[in-house]
């Protein structure tokens, strides 16, 4: 992994929503505990390898107000990157989230579901491009601004989530017939 970081300038990101670990195993019973994920990232980090964390899903009203322990915890770790995503709920995951959020938070659940709404123009789900991984409204916005605070405060790079991957130049019709980027050919 650490000869492809350097030969490829390969960068991974690690999951990172909660810094509370009983949170944590309450909502993803079955996902790696916060400190081994904490655990992976220093060992990539360790390697040399260029580390981040995806601070997802960001669930309004239950780990915003997690943001700068996640963040403290993953500079501390060695992270050098960060980028979050906040939660939508399509259908499969809905039926999923919301009972479970229901039955191991029973006094937030509908605080959550209701922010979520508020963050999702009055839908659990936003699918339209663009949309579909921000927040919406004065929520979402403050949990930003303290997102962008906190990397700038640490030191962290703030990755937009489509700007995460480099991207190939784009071919030009001249790149179709042997030409180099940028050159046009005459028919």
Do not use: W
């Amino acid at each position: 992994m650490a000869q492809i970081g350097k030969q490829a300038h390969a960068r991974v990101f690690v999951s990172l929503a909660f810094a509370d670990a009983d949170m944590a195993r309450a909502i993803e019973p079955f996902a790696p505990s916060p400190e081994r994920r904490l655990r992976t990232v220093k060992v990539l980090a360790d390697a040399g390898i260029e580390v981040g964390v995806s601070l997802a899903p960001l669930i309004p009203g239950l780990n915003d107000d997690q943001i700068a322990d996640v963040l403290t915890r993953a500079k501390a770790a060695g992270a050098c990157r960060a980028f979050t995503v906040t939660l939508r709920l399509p259908a499969e995951v809905k039926d999923v989230f919301l009972p479970r959020l229901r039955e191991v938070l029973p006094l937030r659940a509908e605080r959550v579901e209701r922010a979520i709404l508020e963050q999702r123009h009055g839908n659990l789900n936003d699918a339209r491009f663009g949309h579909h991984m921000r927040g919406h409204g004065e929520r979402a916005r403050v949990a930003e601004q303290l997102f962008q605070l906190q990397c700038r405060r640490l030191g962290i790079k703030n990755t937009e989530v489509d700007r995460i991957l480099p991207r190939a130049p784009r071919p030009t019709q001249g790149m179709l017939f042997g030409g180099t980027p940028g050159s046009k050919t005459s028919s």
